[in-house]
């Protein structure tokens, strides 16, 4: 908070000369959804990880706005937030030799933590009649931790002759795999939005496109425990990285009011979609966000 108001006194001397300054405290109820696919081959082999996390978290979010003329520039910053959530993959596995065939099916859940940070620039051109072309730079950036809670593995196996034989194994459920995986996505979007005011009330949305970078990294541990001490005795790490690429449409609708001449309040719905380039082993998930943003105003 004190930084907030450090930046409004010193933004309040940049106001005036044509200048409008506006900064909004806000809060994001998101609904977020991570999803990795990695297809499948001829085999019949894939590999699905999905995480969804509680719509009861906000994403809490500075957001500050210069306007001179026609001309406004915007920047949203989205700071760290730890949400608690489910992750569970679906692994299918198929082994065929000459005289038979075996197909495992992984079922697997873990507890999620992860952390997310959001930052975007914007730079707008008023058009005119309440039209404005938009376009900017983004940032997201996850780090999830998981820990498994549930394993269950299905076995089929079909030999050259007579009926499949099908087995299930549900005691393989081991918490100390673990896993922490960090997505950061980047890139630029385009875009259009609209505003209209009526009296002290605004409406305002907007729509743009984004072409976003993904690096990854990926950590999975395996902690060795002594069964009658329960003390730790060993650990093995699995460690990957590499880049891919997501690209999506968000939109935002807002209704602002504006109380008095220097605050007013926001009430608005935002939406992402960034869907994951399928190259590779590993994935950037595909990222889904929506819910209800609302927000404080103040006029320097």
């Known amino acids: ?3 907030c108001l450090i930046l409004m006194m010193s933004l309040s001397l940049m ?3 044509g200048w409008s300054v506006t900064v909004e405290v806000q809060g994001w109820n998101t609904n977020s959804g991570l999803q990795w696919d990695a297809g499948g081959n001829s085999g019949g082999d894939s590999t699905l990880h999905t995480t969804d996390f509680p719509d009861d978290e906000i994403l809490p979010t500075l957001a500050v706005n210069l ?3 026609r001309v406004f520039a915007a920047l949203s910053k989205s700071f760290e937030t730890e949400y608690d959530g489910d992750h569970a993959l679906f692994a299918q596995r198929t082994f065929t030799t000459a005289t038979s065939t075996q197909t495992d099916r992984h079922f697997v859940t873990y507890d999620a933590v992860l952390d997310r940070e959001d930052l975007d620039l914007t730079v707008g051109w008023v058009v005119g009649s309440g039209f404005i072309v938009i376009g900017g730079y983004k940032t997201i950036e996850f780090n999830e931790h998981t820990a498994e809670r549930s394993y269950r593995l299905d076995v089929t196996l079909q030999g050259s002759e007579g009926d499949p034989v099908n087995v299930t194994f549900n005691d393989l459920h ?5 896993f922490d995986e960090t997505y950061d996505y980047k ?5 259009v939005a609209y505003a209209k005011g009526f009296d002290r009330f605004t409406f305002s949305g907007n729509i743009a496109y984004a072409d976003l970078d993904g690096d990854y990294e990926f950590k999975a541990t395996q902690i ?3 069964p009658i001490t329960q003390q730790q005795t060993g650990q093995q790490s699995l460690l990957d990285s590499g880049s891919s ?3 999506g449409i968000s939109f935002t609708v807002t209704g602002a009011y504006a109380v008095t001449d220097w605050f007013g309040v926001s009430l608005a719905y935002k939406s992402q979609k960034y869907d994951a380039s399928q190259d590779g082993n590993l994935l950037i998930p595909d990222l889904d966000a929506d819910g209800f943003l609302f927000g404080f105003r103040f006029t320097l």
């Open 1 to 3: 908070m004190k930084i």
């Open 15 to 17: 106001a005036g000369d």
């Open 67 to 69: 306007t001179f003329g």
């Open 174 to 178: 081991d918490p100390n795999r673990q």
């Open 187 to 191: 890139g630029p979007f385009l875009g």
């Open 224 to 226: 060795t425990v002594d």
């Open 245 to 247: 690429s997501a690209d």
